[in-house]
Structures are given as C-alpha cells and as structure tokens.
C-alpha cells in the first residue's frame, strides 16, 4: 500500500513539471497554466480519498507514531510559530509538541466553487488534534482552500456561493470554538484581482460580526506574480499574512535548487530574502508576517553532480521524515550545505552517468532561517507541514532552542 501511494503521489508531482523562467524568479506564473505548488499538488494527490477516520489514513500511509520525546519549553509571547495540520498525515498530532505553537491551521475546507460549500472537511469536526492543541494554549484556524485559476474565477465571480461559504465557516469553527480562518486561494487570474479583495473584505466582516474575537489570515505567493494582493485595500482586515516561503524550485524545475534559497544568487536566482522585501515594499508590517518554510525536500535525476545543472527528471517531494530513514540514517549519504541559499542537499549516484539530487531543510538550514526572522523582528515561523518529521525530534527541539520563553529569556539575560 505505501509503495502505491508513493507512486500516485510521484506521477502527480511529474505530470505537474513546466519550465522556469527565464530570469529564475522564485515561481513560474500560475497563469501560464502550468505551476502548481506542493499544496495544489497534495490535494490532487490525496483530496478524492474518502476516509471518515484518522486511523484510515495513518493505514494509507503506514504511521506507527512511534512516539518521541522533546525538549520542555513553551513559545514565548512575541513569536508566533504556526503550522499547518494536513488531514492526511492522520493522527500525526500526537507526537506534536502543541507548547511551542502559537497556532495550528487544520488543512483544509476545500472549496467547491460552483455552490461555495465544501467538498470535503474531511475530520475537522472530530478530530481530537483540536482539543489537545486547546489544551495547551495552541490557537485553531481553519485553512480554506480553492486552487486552480478556473475554479476561483468561478467562484469569485459568484456572490451566493461566497454567502455559502461564509456561513458554512460560521457554522464550523463556532463548532469547535476556532479562533479563526487561514485563507489559501492559489492561482487567481489578475482579471479576478478586484472579486478577490471584495471577497477578503467579506469575509473578515461577515465573521468578525459573527466573533470580534476571529483572526483572519491569508497565504501570499513567495512572489505575486500578477499583483493578485491588494495590500492597502485588505490590510486593515487581515490579523496577519502566512508567507508560502517555498516551491522556489520544485517539480517543475529545469535544473535543481533549493526548495527555499536564502539570499538571491546568481546560480538560484531570488530567494526568501527578496520575496519578504516584495511584501515590505508593498505595506505588509513584518510583524504581521508568518514565514511558512518547508519539511519536506524535492529530488531530480540529473547526469552531473554540480547542484543547479539541468534536471533529466523530477523524482518526488519527500518528507523530512523519508529523507532521514531512507538516505541519512539508513545509507548515511552525507549532508552537504550550500551557504548562499542555506540550503542542505545530498547528491547520490546511481550509476556512471546518472545522480540524483535532493534538497532540504534541516537544523543547519532552519537555524540560519529562524535567526533571520528573529534579528529582523519578523512575526513568526511557519511549518509546512506539521507531520512530514514524524518519529523525529530534531525539527520540534529546534523550534525550542529558537522561541521558547526560557532560551530566550536566557538570551537576553546574557547580554
């Protein structure tokens, strides 16, 4: 069954590669009609699954949870660390360590956009993930998701399917008393720019009237690449952005890179640097940003092992969690580092004229990342997604070593 799904998931991210451009902007424009990011992908790998349990998906995906231990500490007040739940990865929350979260954003309310009901919530209303990040002072949104430039054209150009929507939203986060909502439309059409700012203007009204209390959020490209965000007019509504800081190079690379370079290079083009500097520029408060950064990597087979040579084939998207057991513990493959992008990556030959090519985020990595975001008094850290380093202590202690009260207050006390 976990070789199946790797296949499904493998020839999904394959038939979803397309060129770069030609200046190695950190995405090719959805509007080519040929991007698509790890989340648009995820959910056409896994979105027509049925399963009413967490147990049927921890089956799919072959999860013991074995569980982990992780260092104490609780997230200081000034830093915002968020993460993405993905309803796929089960009951994976039970190895997460719910005290260094500030927020959790259960993944997903996919939209259908004729109706502006959903397709599916999968177990948003009984999952146990809710109740256990409550109970340790973890904040609750409710991602809602539409992907694709067609169906958001459909459904921003559709007033009764947006009343739907929102009061469907209504409806399901007073059920679990959520504290709000974290918008992810992925591929609007420029000509839908005005419909999607009324739409974000709508919805922040319509629910804060329903509970002052609801935090509206919005995910922005690594780069808005057609001037989709109308920062000025939606800023007064939005609690806070949470930045898709990632699918810099990917399934649809023509040479490899990093998922996230750091600082723009001329090897890998723009990175994280200059897409944060993109939003500063157009009005987005630092503050109010949440630097979303990956645990999961992406591997090419190329015919030379010199990174950013031209890809023969895109292989898959791994998870933090695959990339150790299969290459580093297991093969003890070792790390290598790249120092402009801050980028780890592991190079494998399988035979004389052929190598591949993994990148990804580890302690190294996120460590010069986390820093950044601090030293520049950025709101937060993102994870997507929570899960992909199940089994593994690493990442979560990290995140202590980075945020909790006591390191910090350590900190500032040596100074």
Known sequence: MKIFLITIVSLLLFIACHKDTKDKSPITSPDSGEFMSQRHLHEKAFGDFNFTTEQQWDSLNNSSHKQIRHKKGKVHPDHRTFGWHLYSNGSSYKNYNFSMLWGLSYFSYAVQPETGSYKSIHQWKTTALIDSAKAKGCRIFFSVSNFGRKNNAVFLENPKAQKTLIDSLSSLLALRSADGVNIDFEGVSKKNKGSFTKFILQISKSLKQENPNYMISLCLYATDWNDIFDIDAINPYIDFYTL???????????????????????????????????????????????????????????????????????????????????????????????????????????????????????????SIKYDWIKNNAIGGVGIWALGYDDGYADLWNLLTEKFSEDQLRTVHNNK
């Open 244 to 366: 898709m800081g990632y699918d810099y190079y990917g399934s649809f690379s023509k040479t490899t890179g990093p998922v996230t370079p750091f600082k723009t290079s001329k090897k890998f083009g723009n990175g994280l640097e200059a897409s944060v500097n993109y939003y500063k520029n157009k009005g987005v408060d630092l503050s109010k940003l949440i630097i979303g950064l990956p645990y999961y990597g992406a591997e090419w087979y190329t015919k030379n092992a010199e990174i950013g040579t031209e890809v023969t084939k895109f292989k898959s998207h791994l998870p933090y969690k695959s990339i150790r057991e299969s290459y580093i513990d297991s093969l003890h493959i070792p790390i290598q580092f790249d120092p402009k992008s801050a980028s780890s990556y592991i190079v494998i030959k399988d035979s004389k004229d052929e190598y591949r090519q993994l990148f990804f985020e580890d302690v190294k990595s996120l």
